[in-house]
């Protein structure tokens, strides 16, 4: 099962809504690459909502470290 993002804005805030499974493979790299589009594309203050996220492992943890560090890349 792949990720499904979902997209909000409030005010300057975009919130990504993730649901699934953040597993090693394809799931973890497509939160990488969403949160890298966002941040090229001009936007600096998100939020990850991961409420919907059923499962995540050590690589989706990694994954959520590599997000946060892509605004500073």
Same mark, same amino acid.
């Given at each position: 099962m792949s990720l499904e993002f979902t997209l909000s804005r409030f005010g300057v805030v975009t919130v990504i809504e993730v649901k699934g499974r953040v597993v090693a493979g394809p799931? $973890? &790299?497509?939160?990488? $690459?969403k949160v890298q589009e966002l941040v090229q594309?001009? &936007?600096?203050r998100l939020v990850l909502d991961l409420a919907k996220v059923s499962y995540l492992d050590s690589t989706g943890i990694s994954a959520l470290i590599r997000a946060a560090a892509a605004p500073k890349m």
């Open positions: 799931n $973890a &790299e497509s939160l990488v $690459a594309n001009g &936007e600096t």
